[in-house]
């Protein structure tokens, strides 16, 4: 919510700023967006109305929103692309604008249909990036090695890895849990994006990942506290995580999206390949859309393509048609 309200960098009137005050406090209260979340709305209205004032010559105003044609916003997103920014950001920016002119309407204050008519740029479906299982396995086995003199730090990053590739959590989902949720009985409620809530089963193997941690961390942890924390007793940030990551990137030899995010990506796309039903690994996942699902088969088509590459006779041959 902090990240929107520092509306005072935005070149517009007091009637937009007062709204984009107010459309903070609807996302952080009723939709639980994320602290980043807010910062990059923040970003793209800041970027937007800096041009609008420079469009139209004076400071955008709501009555200003209200007559914004199809064509300033197409002029909007030029602009955009020729600071260089891919079709992707320009489509995420587009977005952030809709979501704003959308809460305006709501609140009875602008009602404008050309902003949710305009086009978004096509862009290309980006396909997850898993490890593979030997990978995944080799990242949480690395994650033991603890900094010199503090061995509880390997277990608790091999509880947390571990936790992201045996439940399929975001980061921000394990970081989220709290003391109380331990210790975890065959199941786990997750509390996702939107703030809603979904059931996840947990592995013994997780729970065995856990409890090793708890048994060997320093630190009083209160019931209502985090469960992972770093070592000043603070909730852990991901940025520890991720740093944490890319150490056992380095000594495996791993790709670059070796990632947090990509044992999420690998507990999916695993399940996948094993038989598991797309409905069910959306439910998993915590997925609004089964769009957004089927992007594992993808990844799982593309490895059925590697292995047939690698195996079969008439792949190795030259001038096959396939």
């Not at 800096?50 to 105003?61: D, Y």
């Not at 309407?105 to 396909?127: C, D, F, T, Y």
């Amino acid at each position: 919510m902090a990240g929107l309200r520092a509306v005072e960098t935005i070149r517009a009137d007091t009637g937009v700023r007062d709204a984009i005050t107010d459309w903070a406090t609807w996302l952080g209260s009723e939709r639980r967006a994320a602290a980043n979340t807010l910062a990059a709305y923040r970003r793209d209205l800041a970027v937007f109305f800096a041009f609008l004032s420079e469009h139209i010559g004076s400071l955008p105003a709501l009555g200003d929103l209200e007559v914004l044609r199809a064509a300033d916003v197409r002029a909007y997103m030029a602009h955009e692309r020729a600071r260089g920014l891919t079709g992707t950001s320009v489509a995420r920016a587009l977005s952030t604008l809709r979501g704003f002119f959308r809460h305006l309407e709501r609140r009875g204050l602008v009602r404008n249909a050309a902003v949710a008519g305009v086009r978004s740029p096509k862009v290309p479906r980006a396909i997850p990036k898993p490890l593979t299982v030997d990978a995944a396995r080799g990242a949480l086995a690395a994650a033991a090695a603890p900094p010199a003199g503090a061995p509880w730090i390997g277990l608790r990053d091999t509880a947390l890895l571990t936790l992201l590739y045996g439940c399929g959590l975001r980061i921000s989902e394990a970081l989220g849990l709290a003391r109380a949720a331990v210790p975890f009985g065959s199941s786990l409620v997750i509390t996702g994006k939107g703030n809603k809530q979904r059931l996840v089963p947990v592995l013994p193997a997780v729970r065995a990942a856990v409890d090793a941690y708890l048994a060997a961390v320093p630190l009083p942890l209160a019931a209502d506290g985090p469960l992972f924390v770093g070592a000043q007793g603070k909730r852990l940030q991901p940025a520890v995580v991720q740093k944490r990551m890319r150490e056992i990137r380095a000594a495996l030899d791993l790709p670059e999206t070796a990632t947090p995010h990509a044992l999420r990506h690998s507990f999916a796309t695993h399940l996948l390949s094993a038989g598991g039903d797309l409905r069910t690994i959306q439910e998993l996942l915590g997925h609004a859309s089964l769009s957004t699902t089927q992007r594992y088969t993808d990844v799982d088509a593309e490895r059925l393509r590697e292995v047939y590459d690698q195996a079969h006779p008439r792949a190795r041959t030259k001038g096959v048609v396939r």
